[in-house]
């Protein structure tokens, strides 16, 4: 560790940081809490393959990753992805209703997420290597792909609300991420006697691709950025296609009696508010920015994800807990 990069400390403090957020999430059952363990490591997995890419054996300082720990680590974050959504599946059948094409934008970029996490995985292999003119083009096209799949984990992850709720969690995982898209740009690292390289962007990692590389890290460390506002995390709860039918749903209003009723019913002062949120939402009207869905998952994980913002509830994070038949039981 001595000769480690004082940069990848620091950056590996800030990934030990997002490990732990599991602490404040609360629990709710172990199937259940499993799965989302696996998302959590496939997370983790993403952002330590960005953050720590492969270096010449002999740079200085010495490389933070062998080829061969950076590929067990890529085929280990599939796995945890495979469980992840495996386990989800198992645990709560729910979670179906969600593999539809009604599903909420935040899936869609996990989905995209795994789809491009598969391609880097199954495409670093020797063969297809070699289909590239050059091992720059391999490697600048296999970074780019690594960049977007870990923004899209991110989107995914900030905007399910689970380990990011708070201004300060976004702000770390975020801050983790950018940290490891700036390590992809640092000046590319000498081997012992090996002769000086000419030109400034040639001197970064991927040579004369380094513009394109690091364009893709500046874009993509904007929309990182975009995801703090609470209004981009909503509007990725959306869906693009309408469901088909309502799910089942039960809210029971005897649990929530201290709860201020404008918190939900926000138009209830005005005495218009007696009528069913569900169908004011999808009503379509153009002053309601958001659907009925988005509006509703908000509510619940705002607070049931949240303990100090209620007293005596329970972490709710699954999907059968509210949708099921009113009366169905505890």
């Known amino acids: 560790m001595a000769n480690v990069d004082r940069r990848y400390l620091a950056w590996m403090a800030a990934i030990l940081g997002v490990a732990v957020l599991p ?12 799965a989302q363990l696996a998302g959590l490591l496939a997370c983790l997995g993403c952002l330590g393959l960005t953050g720590a890419p492969i270096r010449p054996r002999a740079s200085t300082p010495a490389t933070l990753m062998s080829l061969r720990l950076h590929s067990a680590i890529g085929w280990a974050t599939l796995l945890a992805v495979a469980l992840h959504v495996g386990g989800l599946v198992w645990a709560d059948r729910t979670v179906i209703e969600y593999f539809k094409p009604s599903m909420p934008l935040y899936l869609i970029a996990g989905f995209v997420g795994s789809a491009l996490l598969i391609v880097v995985v199954l495409g670093a292999g020797p063969r ?3 289909l590239f003119p050059s091992h720059r083009g391999f490697q600048a096209t296999h970074v780019i792909l690594g960049c977007v799949l870990t923004f ?12 990011a709720g708070g201004h300060g969690r976004r702000a770390w995982i975020v801050a983790a991420t950018i940290g490891g898209f700036l390590l992809l740009a640092s000046h590319r690292r000498a081997s012992r006697g090996a002769a000086p390289v000419i030109g400034r962007f040639r ?43 309502s799910l089942p749903l039960d809210f029971p209003h005897t649990k929530h009696v201290q709860v201020n009723c404008l918190t939900c019913h926000h138009n209830f002062a005005d005495g218009r508010g ?12 153009a002053d309601l920015k958001m659907g009925v869905e988005a509006r509703f998952h908000g509510f619940c994980t705002d607070c049931h994800r949240h303990p100090a913002s209620l007293v005596g509830h329970g972490p709710v994070s699954g999907c059968a807990t509210c949708h099921r038949q009113p009366d169905a039981g505890p």
Not at 152 to 163: E, F, G, I, M, S
Not at 274 to 285: I, N, P, Q, W, Y
């Open 23 to 34: 602490l404040f999430a609360g629990f709710v059952g172990l199937g259940w809490e499993l």
């Open 128 to 130: 297809v290597r070699r």
């Open 152 to 163: 899209c984990v991110l989107a995914h992850v900030v905007a399910t609300n689970r380990y």
């Open 203 to 245: 001197q970064a990692v991927f040579g004369r691709h380094s513009r394109l590389v690091l364009t893709v890290l500046i874009v993509l460390a904007v929309g990182l950025v975009g995801l703090l506002p609470g209004g981009s995390r909503a509007a990725l709860r959306e869906s693009v296609v309408a469901r088909a039918s």
């Open 274 to 285: 007696f009528e069913s949120c569900v169908l004011c939402h999808k009503s379509g009207r």
